[in-house]
């Protein structure tokens, strides 16, 4: 079993778009997948009451920041969604869980710049510094046409950590999400571009990158 943490101290950098349409994945390829929500606001655990009971099943974890505990067993995935400013005992507890991080980054200069102490933080951790949890950066509506891109591209190239890939800026998430859905519970031809671009992320969080 497997614990991917999607984190980023930064708000509003596609932390619940990500965490959402990676369990979905799960739970499309017929995998007991569970979605936990460290975050106040609960975006994604409200996500789940939108989703259909027909589709692919996504298990609420409830996890207490206080007292971490670890996931049922028996589940094959559990991805865990984490609030802005992530720090203090939610930090412990989403490192505590985690097998895997995804860092989830935005092309803007603030962005940028929050992400780099974060990860610089993250590098201190004894559990990432023994090998223990992996780490891997995802850009975000990325506009490739844009200096913002270019800004992103030349950051990502200083990391010494693996690139898992840029996912474009595009309304199939927004529309998606508002009906509790993800990529992988529509026709692949409405959201066949977008499906290309999360290759390499799955196999990076199936092990196989």
Known sequence: ?????????KGGVGKSTLSTNLAGYFAASGEWVALADLDKQHSSHAWLDLRAGT????????????APAKPP???????VDTPAGLHGNRMNAALELADKIIVPLQPSIFDILATQEFLERLAKEKA?????????????????????ADQLHRFVETLKLPVLGYLRDTQNYVQLAAHGLTLWDVAKSRVEKDLEQWQPIIEWTNGKA
Do not use: F, Q, Y
Request: proline share 6%.
């Open 55 to 66: 589709l692919p099943p996504i298990e609420r974890w409830e996890v207490d920041h206080d």
């Open 73 to 79: 067993k028996g589940l094959e995935h559990a991805i």
């Open 1 to 9: 079993m497997t614990v991917i943490v999607v984190a980023n101290p």
């Open 128 to 148: 990432v510094r023994k090998g223990n949890i992996e780490i891997g950066v995802v850009g975000m509506r990325v506009d490739a046409r844009t200096r913002s």
